[in-house]
């Protein structure tokens, strides 16, 4: 039996289940072969092979959904399972091939039992100085870095760690969801009021790495 689990505009998830097991194909709109292969790189997805088109990739699966229908109820522990895999996911990219996305938004990320992967459409080539050119509209959202939500012109050059501090709202975000901001766009000086209560345990320091207020000071690491 076949079923579409789960589609947005870039991709869609198709579950081929049977009495044994379910397999399920991951199908993008466009090839991406990097996008593919950052996520294989993980080597946490069971039976995990890309397909020749470069638009698909099959993998083994007991529960799938999208972050956004669950963040605010994620464990500290799962979500810090899940920072390290976007963590990890953002290194190949920009460490092997020198690409990464401008922000990260849970409407596009997708959590397949213990694996978490970013699969936006927003994944642009760095430049020799580390900057990424954004061509596209996008919706300015609490997740954004500053500087990105501060853009009013396109195309606009900007750092590639802009994408380090959207990922530190997302972790910000389901442990504080209760407390968080919903209609307006939190500034820097609000999110890292939020992390006050963990100084001094590592995630506070692995958090404040990622909201440097100047981009070039931002990195990542595994928590």
């Known amino acids: 039996m076949v079923n579409i689990l789960i589609e947005t505009d870039y991709f869609k998830i198709i579950e081929n289940s049977s009495k044994i097991t379910s397999m399920y194909n991951l199908v993008l709109k466009e090839q991406n072969e990097t996008l593919l292969k950052s996520i294989v790189s993980l080597k946490k997805l ?16 007991k529960n799938i959904t999208l972050l956004n229908k669950v963040i605010g109820s994620i464990s500290d522990k799962q979500m810090s399972f899940f920072f390290n895999c976007l963590t990890n996911q953002l290194k190949f990219l920009i460490e092997s091939k020198y690409e ?35 061509f596209l509209p996008f919706d300015k959202t609490v997740y954004n870095a500053p500087e990105i939500n501060a ?45 006050k209560p963990l100084y001094h345990s590592k995630l506070y320091y692995t958090l404040m790495r990622c909201l440097e207020k100047d981009p070039a000071d931002r990195s990542i690491v595994c928590v």
């Open 100 to 134: 990464s996305f401008s922000y990260l938004n849970p409407r596009e990320i997708l959590l397949i039992d213990n694996v978490c992967i970013c699969l936006s459409s927003n994944l642009l080539a760095l430049d020799d100085t580390g900057n990424l050119e954004i």
């Open 151 to 195: 853009i009013t012109r396109l195309p606009h050059k900007t750092r590639y760690e802009c994408v380090f501090y959207s990922l530190a709202v997302l972790v910000i975000y389901n442990k504080f969801n209760s407390s968080f901001p919903k209609s307006t766009i939190a500034s820097r000086e609000e999110i890292t009021s939020f992390i």
């Open 46 to 61: 069971k039976a995990c092979r890309i397909c020749n088109d470069y638009k698909s990739l099959t993998f083994h699966a």
